[in-house]
């Protein structure tokens, strides 16, 4: 039966070893963030300026989270616009030269053509990242524009009783123009644009650009005219179709400003989000530096002593070991 004085003694051990392993603990938390464990004790009680700290880190994390977006929609934005523009070029280039080979069976082959790279301007409308179409406005969730068939039959409907170049190009005008089909039918997105994206405490980014904004338009109306010049149902004479051609090349050159306007509208964008990303990580750092400055420790320092009660830990386990291995013939 252990006397009174053991019990004594093996409490006291037991406790010392409570209290240094809770030191070690301290000391090991302290080594590998290089900040004090307890924050209010090192500050004396008054946390004021560490909350207001975390408050503004905090904030910036969620900046950090709405520049990433911002940069990713426009660069993915300024991509597909960048495939619109350089096939709108390439046809455009083909097609001002219909005039100059009035043969029925190159005139549909330069309609084929602009069928394929309206095809394809449509499909970069409906161009999406991470889940979320970039050119249908709030409506992310959903394409932006309907597909090359719904199009081509769109016009056909459109056109049916249309026999001149000017009827063709008031048609058109009508079709691409505010409340036209374009934007009723063919369009599938939403009119509404999407919110402002808060970047900093003073910057926000406005991502608003739809499938319906005037440069595209400006884009699919040559390409719709020369895609349907030749087509079999709607029977335009030769004389027509190379007019509708030849003027749709034009019309698609002079279209290059609008969506190059559009772009460096983008571009300047783009360069404001970099700044602001510049600036929070600036601020991000010298308020981590502060926060540093109030609870940090010195890492050398609390590393020493970390060995120091590790040793003393150790010592003790020792002398608890020796103290159990006690006994009255040992004594004797």
Known sequence: MQSVGDMARSLVLRTNQVQLRQQMDKLAVEVATG?????????????????????????????????????????????????????????????????????????????????????QVLNGMNRQVAGRFLFSGTATDQPAVQGVDVMMNELRTALAGATTAADVNTTLDSFFGAGGAFETTVYQGSNNGLSPMQLSETESASVDIKATDQAFRDILKPMAMAAIATDGTLGLSGDVQVDLLA??????????????????????????????VARNSAEITSTQLARLELVGVDEFETATKYESVRGQLESLYAITARSQRLSLAEYL
Do not use: C, H, W
């Not at 950090?64 to 616009?81: D, F, G, H, L, R």
């Not at 400003?257 to 300047?268: K, W």
């Open 35 to 119: 900040f004090a464990k307890d924050s209010a004790k090192k500050l004396g009680g008054d946390t004021t300026s560490l909350l207001a700290i975390d408050r503004t880190l905090a904030k910036l994390d969620a900046y950090k989270i709405n520049t990433t977006e911002a940069t990713y929609v426009t660069t993915s934005m300024q991509n597909a616009m960048d495939e619109m523009q350089q096939r709108s070029q390439t046809l455009s280039q083909t097609l001002i030269a219909a005039d100059l080979t009035p043969n029925s069976t190159l005139l549909k082959t330069m309609s084929d053509d602009a069928e394929n790279a309206m095809a």
């Open 247 to 276: 003027q749709s090349g034009r019309d698609l050159l002079g279209a290059q400003t609008s969506i190059v306007e559009l772009r460096a509208s983008l571009g300047a964008l783009e360069g404001r989000i970099e700044e602001t």
